[in-house]
């Protein structure tokens, strides 16, 4: 029954997530973006933007900046609850996005490491990642439908 002020990187994160941009505020200069896709699936030489490593504040910015790109600017990612210390932090939330006509929605976690008051890499996961990789990667037709059976939603 103490009131406790909330860990700084627990603010940072909060502010990320409210706006992007803020990314390459807080972001080191060699930042490591891991996307979570199958790395072993992609043909040699092949990377899509679901997968792989993104190595420093302009490939993790324009990677991102993609996806929001590819959702028509649609693309809105919801904290739910962020812990945070001084080495580590975590955010699990819900994204939603709008393309061509299609929804897609999923629960998201990205783990996020700090060294010395600075995000040096951030790893992102979703609960059906290859929905989202269909919806962010694939041509969408009238048939298609990207929302995700909803197997991790909370019955509270």
Not at 57 to 62: G, I, P
Not at 92 to 102: P, Y
Not at 120 to 146: G, Q
Request: proline share 4%.
């Amino acid at each position: 029954m103490f009131d406790r002020k909330p860990h700084p990187h627990v603010e940072m994160l909060r502010a990320i997530y409210a706006d992007l941009s803020l990314l390459t505020e807080f972001a080191s200069e060699d930042i490591v973006l891991h996307a979570a896709g199958p790395r072993d699936l992609m043909p040699a030489g092949a990377r899509g933007i679901m997968t792989g490593d993104y190595i420093g504040k302009r490939a993790v910015l324009a990677r991102e900046t993609e996806l929001f790109r590819r959702s028509g600017g649609s693309l809105v990612m919801t904290p739910g609850d962020i812990v945070a210390n001084d080495c580590f932090g975590a955010v699990l939330g819900r994204l939603a996005a709008n393309r061509h006509g299609h929804r897609f929605e999923g629960e998201f976690c990205g783990l996020w490491r700090f060294q010395g008051g600075h995000i040096v890499e951030h790893w992102e996961n979703a609960a059906d990642w290859p929905a989202a990789e269909r919806f962010f990667m694939e041509e969408l037709d009238d048939e298609a439908t990207s929302e995700p059976a909803d197997t991790c939603r909370s019955t509270d």
